[in-house]
């Protein structure tokens, strides 16, 4: 059963950044695509960076320019390094990976996409 393993979230000031590492194992198939998503207590989890096994990426308008999603497949991680922070960044970030089924990366900005998720790490950004 593959394993998601988030961290780097934390407590920064606006305009501040942070970098997020999802360390993988124990995939059966090597995902196709990754993503970072993000939920709060008032929106569903909802994606903010994806990235396929072809180095395709799509960004949330919301985080495009500022965030930046990126794999070392040597080390199974993923990350999402976070600039220029702003408060309605804060929430819970989760990585996720599917089962390998390549397929379109529209399809891949859902949730339902993904097999495997992470605990989730808190990202705090304050005013």
């Known amino acids: 059963q593959a394993q998601l393993v988030e961290s780097g979230g934390g407590s920064v000031q606006a305009g501040g950044s942070l970098r997020l590492s999802c360390a993988a194992s124990g995939y059966t198939y090597d995902p196709y695509y990754m993503g970072w998503f993000r939920q709060t207590l008032e929106k569903e989890r909802e994606y903010v960076a994806v990235?396929?096994?072809?180095?395709?990426?799509r960004y949330a308008d919301s985080v495009k320019g500022r965030f930046t999603i990126s794999k070392d497949n040597a080390k199974n991680t993923l990350y999402l390094q976070m600039d220029s922070l702003k408060p309605e960044d804060t929430g819970v970030y989760y990585c996720?990976?599917?089962?390998?089924?390549?397929?379109?990366?529209?399809?891949?900005?859902?949730?339902?996409?993904?097999?495997?998720w992470g605990q989730g790490t808190q990202v705090t950004v304050s005013s």
């Open positions: 996720a990976a599917d089962d390998g089924r390549r397929t379109f990366i529209d399809y891949a900005l859902h949730p339902g996409h993904y097999n495997y």
């Open positions: 990235i396929g096994e072809n180095g395709n990426t």
